[in-house]
């Protein structure tokens, strides 16, 4: 059973930074695709970043220069690094996985996504 578990969210000033975190456990193998997504209040869940195995990496454009995904394999973490926040960042932050390999990008609701973390909230203030 995969498991995502996301952390490091919190309230942080416009101008500021996070780093959100995302454990991934239950691959046997190499894990496919994983993905960032962001929800806030009486808005659709939308794409934000998204990183393969080989360290390929896919951010939206509104986030494009300002946040950034690495990823540590021995941990099976993968980390956002979110610098610049802005109020409109201001959502619940979701990471995703996939059971297969493909393309690996984070662009709508996710919907080509399987296995979802609980979340964790981000909140920006100006």
């Known amino acids: 059973q995969v498991q995502l578990v996301e952390s490091g969210g919190g309230s942080v000033q416009a101008g500021g930074s996070l780093r959100l975190s995302c454990a991934v456990s239950g691959y046997t193998y190499s894990r496919p695709c994983i993905g960032w997504f962001r929800q806030a209040p009486g808005k659709e869940r939308e794409g934000v970043a998204a990183i393969s195995t080989g360290g390929s990496t896919y951010y939206a454009d509104s986030v494009k220069g300002r946040f950034t995904l690495s990823q540590d394999n021995a941990k099976n973490t993968v980390y956002l690094q979110m610098n610049s926040l802005k109020p409109e960042d201001t959502a619940m932050y979701y990471c995703?996985?996939?059971?297969?390999?493909?393309?690996?990008?984070?662009?709508?609701?996710?919907?080509?996504?399987?296995?979802w973390g609980q979340g964790t909230q981000v909140t920006v203030s100006s």
């Open positions: 995703a996985a996939r059971r297969v390999f493909g393309t690996c990008r984070a662009q709508g609701s996710g919907t080509e996504y399987n296995f």
